[in-house]
């Protein structure tokens, strides 16, 4: 008990100072880029957490283990420990900018919510960081591709090659990943008796929302789809239509 009072005291103040890091690289970005909108600082912090998140918690996950989807409700580890707090400093700061600037949705909101709630929860029962960390490897990894995106459309270099291959990587990545494999995290949960029925409830509500964000990308990949096809096949038509009138004139 002594122990694990001692791991637990100084959370809150990882947390802050988490908090505090991700504010000042914000404050940083906005003084550096100060001829770019507030929100490019933004997404680059965004950007910077997505990359280092999916590392820490890939490393966590595949490499210092445990393994979350053998070992759920597993009792936290020191390394688990610093990766939920870096994590749980960047939601809250994203959080009251999102809310602060009006920037994002509802549905984008109870995300953020979800997961500092679903943090804040395994950090103060001391179990399931491993469970949590396999959710923030599944929704981060595609969050590089997301803010690549939003750079190429402000460069204006969104329509091209490099456009169409982030949107590739982007739907393939979270359809596998977020949807395929959470499914099979989700089961693992759902099944173990380990884990608490409130970080149960939490990874359904988690996967729920991944759900929703699954249809619109549906509907985003269904609607450029048809406009590529479209190009195409007007491109081969004028391609088609002067080989004609060339082969006409030759005659």
């Not at 802050?16 to 770019?36: D, I, T, V």
Request: one cysteine or more; proline letters at 4%; charged letters at 15%.
């Amino acid at each position: 008990m002594v122990l694990k009072a001692r791991m637990q005291f100084p959370l809150p103040l990882r947390a802050a100072c988490s908090l505090l890091a991700w504010f000042c690289l914000y404050k940083w970005f906005c003084h550096r880029y100060r001829h770019r909108s507030l929100e490019w600082s933004c997404r680059l912090v965004t950007l910077t957490h997505g990359i280092l998140a999916t590392c820490l918690s890939a490393y966590i996950g595949f490499i210092d283990g445990p393994w979350p989807l053998s070992h759920p409700g597993s009792p936290n580890t020191t390394l688990q420990v610093h990766g939920l707090c870096l994590s749980l400093g960047y939601f809250i700061f994203d959080l009251c900018w999102c809310v602060y600037f009006q920037t994002e949705g509802a549905l984008m909101l109870a995300h953020h919510l979800v997961s500092i709630v679903g943090i804040a929860a395994s950090l103060a029962l001391g179990e399931s960081a491993g469970d949590v960390n396999a959710v923030i490897f599944g929704s981060e990894i595609t969050n590089p591709l997301l803010q690549a995106r939003w750079f190429l459309k402000e460069l204006g270099r969104y329509h091209s090659l490099a456009g169409d291959l982030v949107d590739f990587l982007f739907v393939v990545l979270f359809t596998g990943v977020r949807i395929g494999v959470g499914a099979w995290l989700m089961y693992c949960e759902l099944a173990s008796p380990r884990p608490r029925w409130y970080i149960k409830l939490g990874g359904v509500v988690m996967y729920v929302v991944s759900w929703v964000f699954m249809v619109s990308i549906c509907r985003f990949a269904r609607r450029k789809s048809i406009s590529k096809y479209q190009a195409w096949r007007s491109r081969r038509s004028r391609e088609l239509g002067w080989k004609t009138n060339g082969h006409l004139k030759g005659h």
